[in-house]
């Protein structure tokens, strides 16, 4: 099948074409037809089969047709859990709207007032945005939802793990009742269920490949490991490989993500890290340097890292494991994406045992458990040879630094220093002056969320 039998504008076709498309995937070849009818649609789709061109194209196509309501306002909305994946969707509508005169936007936390108030001055026909920071506008009268034709929930499944169901059921009450309303998660249960049957009316639904099916490129194997020590050893033996070529490493928090980077950068790899504490114009410059190749290694935290695409990422490294099991399929779907192989490993130490349970059951198959020579868990290589204890510098003015005494040849991530309770974006930790503060970052209601 062609781009050609769905039915899309020639100026959207001669976009496609200009992109390097030539053939529709799985979701698209099903969701873009049911949408350019005007049905509601629910549809589990992973990471890395195109959803996002499934409601970009039709939707795009909608705005094609003059309106029938009056307004300045936008007349699609597409909500995403995270600033990262929004600004990808944005950059799909410039890419497959290159040919029209259409409008978009985004509003995202993290980024300056003024310049998102003076873009909501002006006509609009798509609009992007985190659920915080749409309220934020809305809270001040800056939106006119008065056009609204097509309401777009990306990644549902994790917006509702971030703890936005009452944000997005505020938004939804707020848009005209009159509307087609999309929904895309990489599962269709639970409360993703229950608030696509309130917001939905009689939809369509597609169940594509199941998680089994659609990870069948990637090579996925689990590594038992004595202790975050065994665990460094282990993932030195992999980035030495010759067939690495770009991994992805998931860390628990931001300040072990930041720590991690920082290690291997010291050891020669060319390393960035990624997370919730990092400026945006921080996050798209190391983003960038991924794409571009410059950077081999980039260490990340789970909110941080969602959205990304970047098709040279070989491998997918669980450093910590998980919290929640839907967030392992997201991680290893940054790999083997538009019908590439890829690699996915977890270090599992026994605290994190259970999480490998829920992640197979959630899956539906047993992780292939491997070895590696001389790094078996409780083999002499795989213990270090004393406790890994950091040591304190000098103290600097700013964010707190610290230097570890461990053996070149390891890298770590694991809890900080000095911390009983790790680096929960959301846990008080203790400020200037020594008092309690909790960690919360200016730049909206997006930031009241776990932020990677």
Known sequence: MKFETLGLDPTLLKAVDASGFKAPTEIQRQAIPVVLAGRDLMASAQTGTGKTAAFVLPALQRLLRPSTRTGKGPRVLVLTPTRELALQVSQNISQFGRHSDLISGNLVGGMPYPPQERMLRKPLDLLVATPGRLLDHMNQGRIDFSRLEILVLDEADRMLDMGFVDAVRTVAA??????????????????????????????????????????????????????????????????????????????????????????????????????????????????????????????????????????????????????????????????????????????????????????????????????????????PGAAPASPDKPTRPARRRGPERWRSSRPAAAVGAGPAPRSKKGNGDARKQRGPGGKASTSRRRGGADARPTIG
């Open 174 to 379: 707020a848009l005209p009742a009159a509307r087609q309303t999309l929904l895309f998660s990489a599962t269709l249960e639970g409360k993703v269920l229950r608030i696509a049957n309130d917001l939905l009316t009689d939809p369509a639904r597609l169940r594509l490949a199941s998680n089994r099916d659609h990870h069948a490129m990637i090579t996925q194997r689990a590594y038992r490991a004595n202790d975050a020590g065994h665990k460094r050893r282990l993932l030195s033996h992999y980035l030495a490989k010759d067939e690495l070529t770009q991994a992805l490493v998931f860390t628990a928090t931001k300040r072990g993500a930041q720590r991690m980077a920082r290690t291997l950068d010291e050891q020669g790899h060319s390393t960035a890290a990624l997370h919730g504490d990092m400026s945006q114009a921080a996050r798209k410059r190391t983003v960038d340097s991924m794409r571009r190749g410059k950077i081999r290694i980039l260490v990340a935290t789970d909110v941080a890292a969602r959205g990304l695409d970047i098709r040279g990422i070989s491998h997918v490294i669980n450093f910590d494991m998980p919290m929640v099991a839907e967030d392992y399929i997201h991680r290893i779907g940054r790999t083997g994406r538009a019908e590439s192989t890829g690699t996915a490993i977890s270090l599992v130490a026994p605290a994190d045992r259970s999480k490998l349970v829920q992640i197979e059951r959630l899956t539906g198959e047993k992780l292939q458990q491997s070895v590696i020579a001389g790094l078996e868990p409780g083999a």
